[in-house]
């Protein structure tokens, strides 16, 4: 790399991590050029590069400031219509979409996965050691059917305190992943053909549920802001014909919405009154961006009938495989379906968890990763303010880490896929999370990893190709 590079790269990293902010003026030239030293033509070359990527302008008589993004983008158009329930068929394209998007030296935006370094895995590795030393026994077979390790269950328990618990130690069931705790639930309170109402976009994860178990998907209104719509949801679970509301209500995937516990109040309210039970994911619960943390649905169950699934994938490893589901009075049938499938939970994970939860350190790790998130998730709408269509719409996610981006009308993002993966840019196009095939112009965008130069320049080469599809189309 040449020096001047070097110093782009430099200055690049701290503008992207927020530690040189919007409006901030960059030190001259002459200090730079004293400090480093560097020639002041090499300074200079670094700075017209950062110009040229958008991230610094000169004034003239001041100097280089750090730019502000464009002026703020709206945020993507709600849906209102509700369309009748139809087969899922998203498998295939996803596979693909999934395989591709992680070969060598692609740029992560497809999976919505953290980067390694945000997570505590040398603390994890110890706890391993530890606990495989204490407890010997544990795997010497019998503990195989554990899925409710009474240390692991008395903190999951502590933890509802802060979002309007306690659960009871009677519903709880600690799985593998909050994918399997989906899963089970959907195959407890489902029969093959009935239909399930998710949210709409939705993610993708839950809608191969459906097509795996048969189910129809029922589409319905989502805000970006304020989550699935309670008034659709009422009409089009009037008939009985609902049997299930399968949706993320705390920073939901992909809008990252949280609904107002007034909704979720309605929700549970509707579930218990018309008879449909509520599988509510609230795996990004903890990773909010707001003062306290939002209630899950959960809360405000008042007949058993609100399953609550979760996991720390998102904010210990995603390698953990450790989830748990409050089945309410669902217990027993998911118990059931947990031993036909998959028996219990591994027991050094399920001890490894609760130490790591009893010592106080999941606590401190989520607020600072929360953080950590939050300023993610800001640089990436700052990039792709700078470099997509002038037209693109943005989710303002209040939790979570991925961003839903609108790009114009024509803008078709599964058939740009193809082309940028041969640019080493994945992303997951918006098909993909709705069932009857909406969102064709839209994307989501992993923020999972920390804003480098090289992210930012891959953004930057990414709205290049969306432009330039645009204005091909245009003519
Ligand atoms: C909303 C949501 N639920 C579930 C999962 C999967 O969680 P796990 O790895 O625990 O199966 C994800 C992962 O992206 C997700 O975004």
């Not at 110009?51 to 100097?63: C, F, H, I, K, N």
């Not at 998907?217 to 009409?235: K, Q, V």
């Not at 904010?315 to 036909?340: D, E």
Request: charged share 20%; aromatic share 6%.
């Amino acid at each position: 790399m040449l020096r001047y590079e070097r110093l782009a790269n430099e200055l690049g990293s701290l503008i992207a991590s927020g530690t040189l902010r919007p409006g901030d003026r960059l030190p001259s030239v002459r200090r730079l050029s004293d400090e480093r030293r560097l020639s002041a033509s090499t300074v200079v070359q670094a700075l017209r590069q950062l110009e040229d990527r958008g991230l610094v302008e000169a004034r003239p008589q001041s100097g280089f400031f750090v730019r502000h993004a464009s002026a703020p983008r709206p945020e993507p158009s709600a849906r209102t219509t509700l369309e009748s329930a139809v087969q899922v068929d998203v498998t295939q394209r996803l596979v693909r979409i999934l395989q591709t998007s992680t070969r060598p030296g692609m740029a992560p935006f497809a999976a919505a996965l953290p980067a390694p370094s945000l997570l505590p895995v040398a603390a994890l590795h110890r706890l391993y050691a530890g606990v495989a030393r204490r407890h010997p026994k544990l795997l010497e077979g019998g503990s195989h059917i554990n899925m409710d390790e009474p240390a692991l269950v008395r903190q999951l328990i502590k933890r509802s305190l802060s979002w309007g618990g306690p659960l009871a130690a009677e519903e709880i069931v600690i799985t593998n992943s909050c994918t399997e705790a989906l899963a089970l639930a959907l195959r407890a309170v489902t029969q093959p053909g009935d239909t399930v109402a998710v949210e709409s976009p939705g993610y993708y994860l839950m809608l191969q549920l459906l097509e795996s178990l048969g189910l129809q998907a029922l589409e319905i209104p989502t805000d970006p802001r304020t989550g699935i719509s309670i008034e659709a949801l009422d009409l089009a679970s009037r008939q009985g014909k609902v049997a299930a509301c399968l949706l993320v209500a705390n920073a939901s995937n992909p809008l990252g919405s949280v609904m107002p516990d007034d909704s979720k109040r309605r929700l549970a309210k509707m579930a218990a009154e018309r008879g449909f039970t509520v599988i509510e994911d609230d795996l990004y619960g903890d990773l909010h961006f707001s003062e306290s943390r939002p209630w899950p649905i959960k809360a405000f169950d008042v007949a058993g009938n609100v399953i609550l699934c979760s996991s720390f994938s998102k904010s210990l490893s995603p390698s953990l495989r450790l989830g748990f589901l409050a089945a309410g009075k669902h217990r027993a049938k998911i118990a059931l379906q947990k031993t036909i499938i998959s028996g219990g939970t591994n027991p050094i994970t399920q001890h490894v968890l609760a130490e790591y939860l009893e010592s106080g350190a999941y606590e401190r790790h989520i607020r600072s990763l929360r953080r950590t998130y939050e300023r993610q998730v800001a640089a990436m709408q700052d990039a792709v303010s700078r470099y997509f269509p002038a037209s693109t719409r943005l989710s303002q996610p209040q939790g979570g880490f991925v961003l839903w981006v609108e790009l114009p009308e024509e803008i078709d993002t599964m058939q740009l896929y193809e082309k940028a993966i041969t640019q080493n840019l994945a992303f997951v196009p918006g098909e993909l999370f709705s069932p009857s095939g909406m969102y064709r112009n839209c994307l989501r965008l992993n923020c999972g990893n920390p804003h480098t130069p090289e992210i930012e320049s891959a953004i930057h080469r990414l709205g290049s190709l969306f432009s330039t599809s645009q204005d091909q189309i245009s003519g």
